[in-house]
């Protein structure tokens, strides 16, 4: 299974097809399929976080979650070049970035720009559960229920070398949500 899912935007609108996605990138590390947790409820969230990417970093870069909790992480692309919101193991991002390198190689995403254009004529629409692929002035939100037990989550952007050069973020999770 890709890491990138091809369904269509329409196709996640159906709260079905969310949860399958979430399964879907959950199996994504191979056979120890790490459970990160999955697309949350958006009629019940605990908390709303901001963050804002640039180069190269992402603001706040530590973030204390409690497990269970359901969070609506607000994005903002205020850089100059695209930018990604990934919510995954290390294996995951590792994969991810070898995705993305693909796709960057066929001229889907250049430094600055998405080829949507492209990216769908190739079945390689960005539209993961977990992540948030975004042009420099772009604004996305990402629902996440923090439930699962992977020990080794974090957040980081797979644009091939911006994780190498800082753009990653840590995820405490602890306790357990009431
Ligand atoms: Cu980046």
Not at 40 to 60: A, N, Q, S, Y
Not at 95 to 116: D, P, S
Not at 121 to 141: I, Q, S, T, Y
């Amino acid at each position: 299974m890709s890491f990138f899912n091809t369904l269509q935007r329409n196709l996640l609108a159906g709260a079905g097809l969310i949860a399958l996605a979430g399964a879907a990138v959950a199996d994504a590390g191979h056979e120890d399929a790490a459970n990160i947790g999955q697309s949350g409820d958006i009629t019940h969230i605990d908390r709303v976080i901001e963050v804002k990417m640039g180069e190269m970093f992402f603001k706040p870069n530590v973030f204390d979650i409690t497990k269970g909790e359901t969070i609506k992480f607000v994005i903002s692309n205020n850089g100059r070049a695209v930018h990604e919101f990934a919510i995954g193991t290390e294996e995951m991002q590792i994969n991810h970035e070898a995705e993305m390198r693909e796709m960057q190689k066929k001229g889907m995403i250049t430094v600055n720009k998405l080829r949507h254009d492209k990216m769908r004529a190739a079945g390689m629409m960005h539209v993961d559960a977990n992540a948030r692929l975004l042009a420099p002035k772009e604004k996305a939100e990402l629902v996440w229920t923090f439930s699962g037990d992977a020990p080794d989550i974090l957040i980081a952007c797979n644009v091939p070398g911006h994780r190498q050069a800082g753009m990653h973020a840590k995820i405490n999770i602890t306790g357990a949500h009431s």
